[in-house]
């Protein structure tokens, strides 16, 4: 045996204890400060399907035609008309703000400003639209046909 074999033998010793420890471990315990244990989070991903679960994809059932039902002509929707520069409509029940304005802009080409909706008492969606300062209700009333 020569000079240097008792100083690697340690040096292995030592190195296969770190080893064993592995590199990341802390000592001691983790001090908990909460009650609760919560499970990590861990990646969770999308579904990625093989096949489709029905042959044709679903028709969106609101479109501008079912969404926009008809304009109200009453006299609080002339008065409406003159006062606010607000337009009136029936729509569907189940349409949002977002939805009617996509449609009125379709349908009449109408920039708005502002809509309002409320279910009437009969279960109809009443939405009131309002429109800019430089576009007149009471002309646009007129080419769509409401007067």
């Known amino acids: 045996m020569g000079k240097g074999d008792k ?10 204890k770190q080893l064993k420890k592995g590199k990341l471990t802390k000592k001691g ?43 109200l002509c009453t006299e609080s929707a002339m008065k409406q008309i003159e006062d606010n520069n607000t337009l009136t409509f029936i729509v569907d029940i189940k349409a949002n703000k977002h939805q009617i304005r996509k449609a009125v802009f379709d349908m009449y080409q109408i920039e708005t400003v502002k809509i309002n909706t409320l279910i009437r008492p009969d279960g109809k969606k009443k939405a009131y639209v309002r429109l800019p300062a430089s576009r007149e209700a009471l002309e646009i009333a007129n080419t769509i046909g409401i007067i």
Do not use: M, Q
Request: aromatic share 8%.
């Open 29 to 71: 315990t983790k001090l908990r400060t909460n009650v609760h244990f919560k499970l990590p989070k861990t990646l969770k991903l999308l579904r990625n399907p093989k096949y489709s679960k029905r042959a044709l994809n679903r028709k969106t059932r609101l479109d501008k035609y079912t969404i926009v039902k008809y304009p």
């Open 7 to 16: 100083k690697d033998t340690t040096k292995a010793k030592k190195a296969a």
